[in-house]
């Protein structure tokens, strides 16, 4: 399958105004991610109400810069790299990728479509950013001189200072 990007962002796009926008996905995220996989909640130290806009802009980011591999690839990288102190593991992913994909259904299909074609894109996608960030994870040495000049300290985090990509628009 060749991934459609077009339909991903329209997606997305839908997401952000359909059945209470992104807050309501976001909060959905997590309140399914707690009940269906209960143990990943020792992982989260924020609560959802928070964490759900980091979720959301990460999300954002990705769609927006998913044509522009140059910056969206040490972005995922550093979250991979980043993930390890949250003591994220490679099985953690797989849950989070079919927990969004379930509740983008969920989220889309209130007020509109969700296809089977929608459902296969975001499934393709997930399973491409969960291998760059799980490989980055695995192998943070191999990435460090990409992470430096991207902004990233070696941990994932952001250097400080460094000036924010501002990826929606890339």
């Known amino acids: ?29 997590y309140e399914r ?6 143990g990943v909640r020792h992982l989260f130290t924020t609560p959802p109400e928070e964490q759900h806009k980091k979720l959301m802009a990460s999300v954002g980011a990705i769609v927006a810069s998913v044509t522009n591999p140059e910056v969206m690839l040490p972005y995922l990288r550093a ?18 990728s079919e927990n969004l994909v379930a509740v983008l259904a969920e989220h889309l299909s209130s007020e509109g479509e969700w296809t089977p074609e929608m459902k296969a894109n975001w499934e393709e996608a997930l399973q491409i950013i969960s291998e760059v960030m799980i490989d980055a994870a695995e192998h943070p040495e191999q990435y460090q001189q990409e992470l430096a000049t991207s902004g990233y300290q070696p941990d994932g985090f952001r250097n400080a200072g460094a000036k924010h990509w501002e990826l929606a628009s890339a």
């Not at 991610?33 to 209960?38: A, D, Q, S, T």
């Not at 979250?79 to 989070?96: C, F, L, N, P, Q």
Request: charged share 25%; hydrophobic share 40%.
């Open 1 to 29: 399958m060749t991934l459609n990007v077009a339909l991903i962002a329209h997606t997305f796009e839908r997401a952000k105004t359909e059945n209470g926008g992104l807050r309501t996905l976001g909060l959905r995220f």
């Open 79 to 96: 979250m991979g790299i980043r993930h390890i102190a949250y003591k994220t593991e490679s099985d953690h992913y797989g849950a989070v």
């Open 33 to 38: 991610l707690f009940e269906k996989y209960p």
